[in-house]
């Protein structure tokens, strides 16, 4: 079984950075995509905040990769980058556009 662990209760994460990441994205998003550990300190550092709208493009970009068989893939929203581990529906990892480099060991890549 997969618990969900992700804003206060994540494990080891202290919880003013972890609920500062959480809050970055709406409750619907969090519900259909989970932030790892490394992402939400990713948000909080980087201070990543998506609207509604690119919420649910990422959102339906997932679901769009997970559809064609993608089990990791990079996914651009505007001018974030986030890599996804698709399965699981978990961001692994967030990079604004000034930062993005050569990604490897994906599959996918969905522009939203």
Do not use: W, Y
């Not at 950075?17 to 550990?37: K, M, Y």
């Not at 649910?56 to 890599?83: H, I, P, Q, Y």
Request: proline share 4%; net charge positive; glycine share 8%.
């Amino acid at each position: 079984m997969i618990r969900r662990v992700d804003g206060a209760e994540a494990p080891g994460a202290p919880r003013g950075q972890a609920t500062a990441a959480a809050g970055a994205f709406g409750d619907a998003f969090r519900e259909a995509i989970r932030l790892s550990q490394h992402a939400q300190r990713r948000v909080q550092s980087r201070g990543v905040v998506l609207t509604p709208e690119q919420q649910e493009r990422l959102v339906a970009a997932v679901e769009a990769a997970r559809e064609k068989g993608s089990r990791n893939a990079v996914v651009l929203v505007d001018r974030c980058a986030f890599m996804v581990s698709v399965p699981e529906r978990t961001v692994v990892t967030v990079l604004p556009a000034d930062r993005l480099r050569v990604f490897t060991h994906i599959d996918g890549a969905v522009i939203a």
